[in-house]
């Protein structure tokens, strides 16, 4: 069975700090995706990123990064540098390709960042 | 406006009336799907359309649920008979359906409270 784990409820970091926030799922599937999307104080879903299960390269997006490690079944989150706007809610996702386009969320992190 | 809209952004109905919500996905979108958020849980997937064709239902979507997309484009989610359970954010999501996922892209959900 599909399911993804953001064990991480709640973080609270300053301003400037760097912080990662941790994902790790669980799949039968040899090809799956893995989704990170960021749910700010307005309520609507932002897409981030799509990663799927062949392509196992770090990815960078300006304060950005993410760390997909197989052999750990992780998809780590880090932003850089965090800035006030960063924060959010922030939900780690999976898809099998044998269950077509739903997507399994996990319960997401609620990230504040202090001034 | 090009992105996927929902209305109406809230209602409240007392228990045991109809309600039916809208969503419009982004036009070139042919993949339709409808989400559930409860307080401080991820999206959890309903259902989804393949153009008019609902190719897949959850089993969270009872039979008091019902989901169409007439022609394709705007679809409708009814919920018969309303419990207080069904008190949620209904998040309706659109994307380029061919092949492997595609990133959904998400409305502004409609806020459901059932008194």
């Known amino acids: 069975a599909q399911k993804v784990t953001q064990a991480q409820t709640e973080i609270s970091v300053v301003e400037k700090e760097d912080v990662t926030l941790d994902c790790v799922y669980e799949?039968?599937?040899?090809?799956?995706?893995l989704f990170w999307y960021k749910q700010p104080p307005s309520g609507e879903l932002v897409f981030l990123i799509r990663?799927?299960?062949?392509?196992?390269q770090n990815e960078i997006s300006g304060r950005y990064s993410w760390n997909f490690q197989k052999s750990t079944s992780s998809f780590n989150f880090t932003i850089t540098a965090s800035q006030v706007v960063d924060s959010a809610v922030y939900f780690c996702?999976?898809?099998?390709?044998?269950?077509?386009?739903?997507?399994?969320f996990g319960k997401g992190t609620r990230l504040h960042i202090l001034p | 406006d090009t992105g996927v809209s929902q209305n109406p952004r809230h209602k409240i109905t007392k228990r045991g009336q109809n309600v039916t919500f809208r969503c419009d996905p982004i036009?070139?979108?042919?993949?339709l799907y409808w989400y559930r958020q409860t307080l401080g849980q991820g999206p959890e997937f309903l259902t989804y359309?393949?153009?008019?064709?609902?190719?897949?239902k959850s089993r969270l979507l009872s039979d008091r649920f019902s989901a169409e997309r007439p022609k394709g484009s705007f679809s409708t989610l009814e919920i018969q008979r309303t419990e207080q359970g069904d008190s949620a954010m209904y998040l309706c999501?659109?994307?380029?359906?061919?092949?492997?996922?595609?990133?959904?892209?998400f409305g502004p959900g409609t806020r459901l409270t059932v008194t």
């Open positions: 999501a659109s994307s380029l359906g061919t092949g492997s996922p595609h990133e959904q892209y």
């Open positions: 799949t039968r599937d040899t090809t799956y995706y």
């Open positions: 990663r799927n299960s062949f392509d196992e």
């Open positions: 996702a999976l898809s099998e390709e044998a269950e077509g386009d739903k997507i399994i």
């Open positions: 036009s070139e979108h042919n993949r």
């Open positions: 359309f393949q153009n008019e064709a609902q190719l897949e």
